[in-house]
Structure formats: C-alpha cells, structure tokens
C-alpha cells in the first residue's frame, strides 16, 4: 500500500476498527 498516503491508511485502520468495535454491518 506505498500508493497510498498516510492518512488513508489511518482512516481505512480506523474505519475498519470502529466497525469491528461498535456496529455489526455498515
């Protein structure tokens, strides 16, 4: 993932973390 910047893989790691935490499906 050397394509992408920094804050889109700290925004996918979050987005990714926070569904697994608080919401069953999106």
């Known amino acids: ?3 992408y ?4 893989q700290s925004f996918y ?3 990714v973390a926070f569904k697994k ?5 999106w």
Not at 5 to 8: K, L, S, V
């Open 13 to 15: 790691a979050m987005f």
């Open 1 to 3: 993932m050397s394509n």
């Open 5 to 8: 910047p920094f804050g889109i």
């Open 21 to 25: 935490t608080n919401l069953p499906y």
